[in-house]
């Protein structure tokens, strides 16, 4: 299994970025899906996540600002984000859940600036 993230990139700030990511390898559905993000020296903290059962939750520093959404049968997951802050400048890790297991994209760079 391999998830693949793209959308990355500079913004400005109070700006928009969608993030998508897209699975391939599998044959199953994902239990979860969604994004997390890290900066250098700190760890990996959940930005948002969507299960099969299309219940998001969001972290609490971008509820009201970004938006998670999936498209099951092709298990893709998108993160709308908005009005973007310096601190969201992080690489934005795309995972996926199935049943125990969890899976990790390689990352895609948000940097948000002036």
């Known amino acids: 299994v391999q998830l693949q993230a793209s959308g990355g990139g500079l913004v400005q700030i109070g700006g928009s970025q969608r993030l998508v990511c897209e699975a391939s390898?599998?044959?199953?559905?994902?239990?979860?899906m969604g994004w997390y993000r890290q900066v250098p020296g700190k760890q990996r903290d959940l930005v948002a996540e969507i299960s099969t059962g299309d219940t998001p939750k969001y972290g609490s520093s971008v509820k009201g600002r970004f938006t998670v959404s999936r498209h099951s049968p092709n298990n893709t997951v998108y993160l709308q984000m908005n009005s973007l802050k310096p601190e969201d400048t992080a690489v934005y890790y795309c995972h996926a859940r199935y049943r125990t297991i969890d899976f990790w994209g390689q990352g895609t760079q948000v940097t948000v600036s002036s």
């Open positions: 390898g599998s044959t199953f559905p994902f239990d979860v």
